[in-house]
């Protein structure tokens, strides 16, 4: 058997989390393969709404198995908030989530260093999370994290211990009173109080090896689909960097962060948003800072489920949409959100770039310079509540006129339609 893979195509947000979620009764396995609790997936059914941030978006399914898998970080305060957050909804996370003994650790040292580090940017910020993932991925790279598996070791207090301490050694050389940085609302000592008790919560979880657990349900025919966290375009390599993630998010991270090999990745399943949205700083080719951006906004809710922080909007952009889709070799698109701009009479969607009066239909390395600007085509709006349909004929004929432009854009079937927030308003094209 093969591994799909669900991913975002954008700067996060495109509502993965509701697709997994869709997908999930024709899968044996989840597994996320990359990111910590700086994503937020969202989902939506029988009228309510949950939020989930290291725990795969299979996990309402009890028939099926969630992995976090080896490339995911795990704070395991936000963990714990996370499953007893499930458990008021009646799911039992001990019975069908595993978590690879390989995930590293953000310790909350490392919240406070993400804190200190983007307070000494200044005006330069990126627009961290504040989650501690880049510290957290540093010590990973610099071969010095602590993981999962180290929990159920005698020696983790003492490792725990020395770790903290290297890591105050590099806050203090920023002479910042630490005092003021507080975690979650609460002190330092606040906090690590309660992430060293939360650890007793992951400890009692399903810790695995999960490279093994995967590969072997591969061996006997079970189907598993690789859930991605946050989009491609904040890939630390491929990304708008320096204003990106600490991860690989693209599809060759299934592969390390799985640990399965490139010739198992079956169909790569690519979402996007009707439109673009993006959190945080870093370049915006389509973004609207005006009135139709502000409606966007509203309408489509557009606040960070990790940081409730508004999310910037603007018109769909193909070069970008493009060059997602080439980097991971999507297979098949998901559109979402093409409900929110339902009243619009007019829709845009940014089909080339200008830079140094030369047109540009690709995504370049000097993505940030402030003169690439894009251009537009134009769209009649639907003018209708699509929400309400179950069939791609109940479709207003402008919203199939913008799927069949999207699809000769980009050559890539969009096979999963998307109308509204709720697992049931989704439409299987093929």
């Known amino acids: 058997m093969k591994v799909d893979v669900l991913l975002g195509l954008q700067w996060g947000d495109e509502g993965k989390g509701k697709i ?17 609790p700086n994503a937020g997936h969202t989902l939506e059914f029988n009228g309510q709404k949950h939020v989930l941030h290291t725990i795969p978006s299979g996990i309402f399914h009890p028939k099926t198995k969630n992995i976090v898998g080896n490339g995911v970080i795990i704070d395991p305060y936000i963990f714990e908030k996370e499953v007893n957050k499930l458990r008021e909804n009646g799911v039992k996370p001990e019975v069908n989530l595993f978590i690879s003994k390989k995930a590293h650790l953000i310790l909350p040292t490392h919240r406070l260093l993400d804190a200190v580090y983007e307070k000494s940017k200044g005006a330069q910020k990126i627009g961290s999370t504040l989650k501690g993932i880049g510290p957290c991925y540093t010590d990973k790279i610099s071969r010095t994290g602590l993981r999962v598996g180290d929990l159920l070791l005698n020696d983790f207090a003492t490792k725990y211990q020395q770790k903290k301490e290297q890591h105050h050694t590099i806050i203090d050389n920023f002479h910042f009173d630490t005092a003021e940085f507080l975690i979650d609302g609460m002190t330092f000592s606040e906090y690590e109080s309660k992430w060293l008790d939360s650890c007793k919560t992951l400890i009692a979880m399903n810790l695995v090896d999960s490279e093994h657990m995967l590969n072997q349900a591969l061996q006997r025919g079970e189907n598993v689909l690789a859930e991605g966290a946050q989009g491609t375009m904040l890939d630390v390599d491929f990304g708008s960097y320096p204003f990106v993630t600490s991860s690989n998010t693209i599809v060759s991270s299934v592969c390390s962060g799985l640990g399965v090999a490139p010739q198992k990745i079956g169909r790569v399943f690519g ?13 915006f080719p389509t973004e609207l800072i005006d009135e139709t951006g502000d409606e966007l906004r509203n309408r489509g809710h557009e606040f960070g489920s990790t940081t409730g922080r508004p999310r910037r909007c603007g018109w769909l952009d193909l070069p970008a949409l493009k060059y997602a889709i080439m980097l991971n070799g999507v297979t098949d698109l998901v559109i979402t959100k093409a409900d929110v701009m339902d009243d ?3 829709i845009k969607v940014g089909e080339k770039y200008l830079y140094n009066q030369s047109e540009l239909d690709y995504f370049p390395f000097e993505i940030n310079d402030v003169n690439l600007k894009p251009t537009f085509t134009f769209h009649k709006g639907w003018k209708t509540d699509i929400t309400k349909a179950t069939t791609m004929s109940d479709l207003p004929q402008e919203f199939l006129d913008y ?20 697992r049931k308003e989704t439409i299987i094209r093929g």
């Open 20 to 36: 997994v979620d869709v997908f999930t009764p024709n899968y044996n396995i989840i597994a996320r393969f990359q990111g910590g």
């Open 403 to 422: 799927l069949d432009y999207v699809e000769k854009q980009t050559l890539v079937p969009i096979t999963i339609v998307s109308v509204g927030p709720d």
């Open 344 to 346: 619009f009479d007019e």
């Open 271 to 283: 979402v996007f948003k009707a439109y673009c949205t993006r959190v945080g700083s870093g370049p």
